[in-house]
């Protein structure tokens, strides 16, 4: 996959932008972000964050996309509700990217590009038995079963491209091609000491894509076992989200690092659920932006 030539020119029909020069979904003007962000599903998860932030410089909302931007001693950060699933992922890092990396006057890519960190914290089921809900889950991987990654041509190269071999090789019912993203090794390294973690598959639903039958029957309800029972070069399938492998494709591409961190909320073969939401989600934030902060 290759990205834009620095001298083409991007269309208004293509870059919208907003009066005030704000990206058009995230009503977000150039330096209202930082570049380390923090992404989370829900809206009403931003505030959750940024409450511990010891000074807020700026808050943004339009529609599920609400971010707010301060620091943490000397950290700048910004926290940005994304929504939820792999096609509101399209919007937030192509925005995003856009921000620091395109001219919107000249309407150009810039030459010298901006790197950013997102850091997704999120919840999940666990497919693993033994874990323990409110135990924190970072990707390694993102295994795509939308669809979006195959819009940009991308492309499994290296471990990535064994690993996805293997899942390939699975007796399991696709109903379409996955594709395999790999987290940022940066990141993993500097946030992950003591944290568990795995592939995490990216369904493009809640219900039939991750196994659930409630009146109508999931395709892959009885497949679950399989997924759990997968290891392939010391990995393996740890959760089911919604978001991960998207950020973790477009950010590959376009030069980012990213990381995704999940709760654990249910365990599906040890049929458990921890009703309290918002105790463990703080706790992952705490966890999570006290590391975040030193990075």
């Known amino acids: 996959m290759q990205l834009t030539d620095n001298n083409q020119y991007i269309a208004p029909s293509e870059l919208l932008i907003s009066p005030g020069n704000k990206i058009y979904h995230l009503n977000l003007e150039r330096g209202q972000l930082a570049e380390t962000i923090i992404t989370v599903g829900d809206p009403n998860r931003v505030p959750m964050v940024s409450q511990f932030f010891d000074e807020i410089e700026s ?47 000249t ?51 290296g471990i990535t491209a064994k690993i996805q071999k293997d899942i390939l090789a699975m007796d399991f019912p696709f109903p379409t091609k996955p594709y395999l993203a790999p987290g940022s090794e940066k990141l993993l390294n500097a946030l992950g000491e003591g944290l568990i973690s795995g592939i995490t598959i990216t369904a493009p639903g809640f219900f039939g894509p991750q196994g659930r039958s409630l009146r109508l029957k999931s395709s892959i309800a009885d497949y679950i076992d399989d997924l759990s029972d997968f290891e392939s070069h010391g990995v393996k399938i740890t959760n089911f989200e919604m978001e991960t492998s998207a950020i973790y494709g477009l950010s590959n591409l376009l030069g980012h690092h990213a990381l995704s961190c999940n709760v654990i909320l249910a365990n599906r073969p040890d049929k458990t659920f921890d009703t309290d939401l918002k105790g463990i989600t703080l706790n992952m934030i705490k966890v999570m932006l006290e590391r975040i902060s030193a990075l």
């Open 107 to 157: 309407r150009m890519p810039k030459t010298e590009r901006t790197s950013l960190n997102f850091i997704r914290l999120g919840t999940s089921g666990c497919i693993q038995p033994g874990v323990a809900t409110g135990s924190l889950v970072l990707s390694s991987y993102g295994l795509g079963m939308d669809n979006l990654m195959h819009f940009y041509g991308y492309h499994e190269a």
């Open 59 to 105: 808050k943004v909302s339009k529609r599920e996309f609400v971010t707010h931007t301060g620091r943490i001693g000397n950290k700048r950060l910004s926290v940005l509700s994304t929504g939820i699933g792999p096609d509101n992922i399209d919007i937030v890092i192509n925005e995003v990217d856009a921000l620091f990396n395109i001219d919107f006057e």
